[in-house]
């Protein structure tokens, strides 16, 4: 599917690309986490890392469920940008050597796919609604929400300790 062959001609199109996409990045995300709470120090950063592959892996079986609402069969669309965010936190991280340092990397890098995913929920759950699907909403609400208590912990952690112990 590309700008070329104009396979996008609805806004319902739109709804169930922008659907792949982010399938493609939940899946890559669990396929990133086991790592960074492998190479995490902090105990609650890594706790934290920890429930978010669990909440990631539900994100996961919610879009397959918002598919088949939909009446799509779930399948991914290569996702450069998640590609490009897990690819620079990995050349980030493997250039740190100091472990409270590394902690802070981790948190911001775990940040910007945070951002990355609220940013494609958001426009998810506006087009969801516009079509009348207010039950695919929902779903995507839910994940959404996992996604914003993930970036206040996140958050919480880098200031009140990972921040303070790096610098
Ligand atoms: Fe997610
Ligand atoms: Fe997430």
């Known amino acids: ?18 659907l792949r996409d982010i399938y493609y990045a939940e899946k890559q995300i669990v396929q990133a986490l086991p790592d960074m709470i492998e190479k995490s120090h902090d105990p609650p950063l890594k706790q934290g890392f920890k429930s978010h592959l669990g909440e ?11 598919f088949r609402l939909h009446r799509q069969e779930p399948k991914g669309v290569d996702c450069p940008a998640i590609d490009g965010i897990i690819e620079e936190a990995e050349d980030v991280v493997g250039e740190v050597e100091d ?11 775990a940040q910007t796919v945070e951002h990355y995913e609220i940013t494609r929920y ?14 695919c909403a929902a779903l995507l609400q839910q994940n959404l929400d996992e996604e914003k208590a ?18």
């Open 99 to 109: 472990k409270s340092v590394l902690d802070a990397a981790l948190i911001a890098a």
């Open 150 to 167: 993930t970036d206040r912990k996140l958050t919480s952690i880098a200031e009140s300790r990972v921040n303070r112990i790096a610098a």
């Open 122 to 135: 958001g426009s998810l759950i506006a087009w969801a609604k516009e079509l009348g699907r207010n039950d």
């Open 1 to 18: 599917m590309g700008f070329f062959t104009r396979d996008i001609k609805k806004m319902d199109d739109l709804f169930v690309h922008t």
């Open 56 to 66: 990631t892996k539900n994100h996961v079986t919610r879009l397959e469920q918002v």
